[in-house]
């Protein structure tokens, strides 16, 4: 497999560590895990500037008495 020599030098960009080849370009697989929770979190944390898309099932609580 060639690799690219401009992926030579790749820092972890979660801390500038030398990434390892095997968790490019992080470091570990610790900082990967933490890069993929970074991006679903912000994923989650996107605000809904519709408020359609904010519809909740309505809780439909039955009394029987
Ligand atoms: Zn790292």
Redesign the pocket.
């Known amino acids: 497999m060639g690799m690219s020599p401009s992926m030579k030098n790749v820092k972890?960009p979660?801390?500038?560590?030398p990434s390892v080849e095997k968790y490019r370009p992080?470091?570990?697989e610790?900082?990967k895990m933490i890069d993929l929770g970074k991006w679903l979190g912000e994923a989650y944390s996107i605000p809904i500037a519709s408020e359609d898309t904010k519809k909740e099932p309505q809780k439909l609580e039955d009394e029987n008495d």
Do not use: A, T
């Open positions: 972890c979660i801390c500038k560590k992080f470091c570990s610790r900082c």
